[in-house]
């Protein structure tokens, strides 16, 4: 489904992804995991058109995107959860989901699709009509996992969803990732805690200083003594 080949990203005079490549197939869990600065926050940049590469190829389903707009990728069918939520905080949640169809015209389905985000995510129904900035941090997130499934993506890009929230949210925010997955939806997650994302991803890449230094199937990557010692405390 997606490919980068070879890609080269810079800020100014800095080398950020140094010929990257990793592949993602259809129906997967595919997990980046790797120390802050490694590169993972940028190449889901870089897959969702918010960074430009200087050399290399980004693919999806067979079709070169790298030099595709931000937005016309989302209607390609890649979606993108920030790091940080980054969520509509002066809107309502009934208005952050909004915004996450807004390159959609067809209303019936739409609708469909409010009620799944509101029956994976029965909390955000309780709060539809509050402002999104007066809710939790875990609220949050599954606001913008919400508004993301609202472009019906083929590939969800989730950055760091476990970031700042506390564990008995954590687990449940991984199930419901999982559970998205299962019903179809091809997922490639960064996550700085390791040992969640690769109970769940099917295959794993561990980026370091901009390059894919180790890569494979996730169950093997969690049992390996290098990627336990760095990333997964022994």
Known sequence: MLEMIDVNVYYGAIHALKGISIKVNEGEIVTLIGANGAGKTTSLKTISGV?????????????????????????????????????????SVMEN????????????????????????????????????????GGEQQMLAIGRALMSRPKLLLLDEPSMGLAPLVVKQIFSIIKDINEKGTTVLLVEQNAAMALNIANRAYVIQ???????????????????????LGG
Do not use: C, W
């Open 209 to 231: 200083n901009g390059r894919v230094e180790m890569e494979g199937p996730a169950n093997e990557l969690l049992n390996d003594e290098k990627v336990r010692s760095a990333y």
């Open 97 to 136: 989901l909004e915004m996450g169809a807004y390159s959609r015209k067809d209303k019936a389905e739409i609708k469909k699709d409010y009620e799944m985000v509101f029956e994976t995510f029965p909390r955000l129904l309780e709060r539809k009509n509050q402002m999104a900035g007066t809710l939790s």
């Open 51 to 91: 960074l430009k590469p200087k050399t290399g190829v980004v693919k999806f389903q067979g079709n070169e995107i790298n030099k595709v707009n931000a937005s016309n990728i989302v209607s390609l069918g890649i979606s993108h959860v920030p790091e940080g939520r980054r969520v509509f905080s002066s809107m």
